[in-house]
């Protein structure tokens, strides 16, 4: 099973299936053949991508005609997840930077 990143619906998908360029999520309605939706897709690589032989897609939201693609085989982070780490460690951050008082 794979899960579209933008809404967490959830899409059938086995090793070696295609999914097509124009499918897209049930529920939201997004490209699912799409950068972002990629296993490969890393914003901190080059290019964006950790599949080196794949050529430079400009808008990674839309569906395109990579051959390398692969749907991402977990449901995506909770967007709450996130803002919870950084809460933190500007806590722990600003608490380094605080005068004692004695």
């Not at 914003?43 to 400009?58: A, L």
Request: net charge positive.
């Amino acid at each position: 099973m794979s899960w579209c990143q933008k809404c967490g619906e959830e899409f059938p998908y086995r090793s070696g299936d295609v999914v097509g360029r124009t499918k897209t999520c049930a529920r939201c309605n997004v490209d699912l053949h799409a950068c972002v939706q990629c296993d490969h897709h890393d914003p901190r690589s080059n290019n964006e991508c950790r599949e080196p032989n794949s050529d430079r897609v400009e808008n990674r939201t839309a569906s395109n005609f990579c051959d390398f693609y692969r749907p991402k085989a977990k449901p995506p982070a909770t967007r709450g997840a996130g803002q919870g780490k950084e809460a933190d460690a500007r806590s722990k951050l600003e608490g380094l930077f605080r005068k004692k008082e004695s």
